[in-house]
T-cell receptor, first 113, second 114 residues
Framework: AQSVTQLDSQVPVFEEAPVELRCNYS??????LFWYVQYPNQGLQLLLK??????LVKGINGFEAEFNKSQTSFHLRKPSVHISDTAEYFC???????????FGAGTTVTVRA | DVKVTQSSRYLVKRTGEKVFLECVQD?????MFWYRQDPGLGLRLIYF???????EKGDIPEGYSVSREKKERFSLILESASTNQTSMYLC?????????????FGAGSRLTVL
């Protein structure tokens, strides 16, 4: 079975500064990787996903993530954040052909002016 | 856009009551899921269904049951609510098949059990 660890529970950051959210996973087989975002009082929506191919994945709103198989990591980055990026971010993993998606505990990003 | 609608945003129930949480999706998705979201624990899978009348236990099924009589509707049932079931419940759906599919989530149902 797979599991996900998000290394930071809270990340405060100033507007226009870069941000990195760290995610590590464990699995004995090949996986698909996802980042979802939850804005206040809303459900989750997909930011980006890695299925195969290039290890650098670009998503919506200027976010990108890099899959590192040897480090079993899938860290999320944005070079310059906005106030509107204040949200909770979830890393998730599924094994090939498995219906189940396992989520990390989440990282709350608070962007300050 | 796929829309997943959860019938109640906020519910307050008493210990021992039977609770129904309803979820409807409008894009003919095969798979439907119920997750529970708690601070510091992320999302944990309660049950999922990959076809009508089919259901599979997730990671924390105890105290819950589900029903999927129609493709578009997936209900979560708390037979006898307890205070430790106070939580945010999220319904999601995805296209047929396995792990590569993106989940579309509803806005959530916040349940308080007194």
């Amino acid at each position: 079975a797979q599991s996900v660890t998000q290394l930071d529970s809270q990340v405060p950051v100033f507007e226009e500064a870069p941000v990195e959210l760290r995610c590590n996973y464990s699995s004995s087989v090949s996986v698909y990787l996802f980042w979802y975002v939850q804005y206040p009082n809303q459900g989750l929506q997909l930011l980006l996903k890695y299925l195969s191919g290039s290890t650098l994945v670009k998503g919506i709103n200027g976010f990108e993530a890099e899959f590192n198989k040897s480090q079993t990591s899938f860290h999320l980055r944005k070079p310059s954040v906005h106030i509107s990026d204040t949200a909770e971010y979830f890393c998730a993993v599924s094994e090939l052909d498995d219906y189940k998606l396992s989520f990390g505990a989440g990282t709350t990003v608070t962007v300050r002016a | 856009d796929v829309k997943v609608t959860q019938s109640s945003r906020y519910l307050v129930k008493r210990t021992g009551e039977k609770v129904f949480l309803e979820c409807v999706q409008d894009m003919d998705h095969e798979n439907m899921f119920w997750y529970r979201q708690d601070p510091g624990l992320g999302l944990r899978l309660i049950y999922f269904s990959y076809d009508v009348k089919m259901k599979e236990k997730g990671d924390i099924p105890e105290g819950y049951s589900v029903s999927r009589e129609k493709k578009e509707r997936f209900s979560l049932i708390l037979e006898s609510a307890s205070t430790n079931q106070t939580s945010m419940y999220l319904c999601a759906s995805s296209l047929q098949g396995g792990g590569a599919n993106v989940l579309t989530f509803g806005a959530g149902s916040r349940l308080t059990v007194l």
